[in-house]
């Protein structure tokens, strides 16, 4: 959690860090009350170790997406401003 949000504050700019800041602690807040309510349902609905199941299938699906973004879509970015500084 720390980690993170060093991350998240280095990433923004020095005057939009409060917004970011408390942005990033709405989503933590929001995301853990939606989450305990939904995955409470989910698992009085199919069982717990179905719905560990399917949190692990969308925790594969979202490191896929990351990995792809990071890898593939952020070395397009890198050559194209390496392109502009160039011209």
Known sequence: M???????????TSNRRS?????FYNM?????????ILLGSVAGSIGY?????????VMIIF???????HFVL?????KQ???EELA
């Open 28 to 36: 933590l807040d929001i995301g853990t009350s939606s989450g305990i």
């Open 74 to 78: 952020q070395k397009k970015v890198k």
């Open 19 to 23: 917004g970011a800041s408390a942005t």
């Open 81 to 83: 401003n390496q392109q």
């Open 49 to 57: 170790i179905n719905m560990y199941y399917y949190v692990i299938g």
């Open 2 to 12: 720390p980690s993170l949000m060093t991350w998240m504050l280095n990433v923004v």
């Open 63 to 69: 490191i896929a997406f990351f990995m792809f973004n």
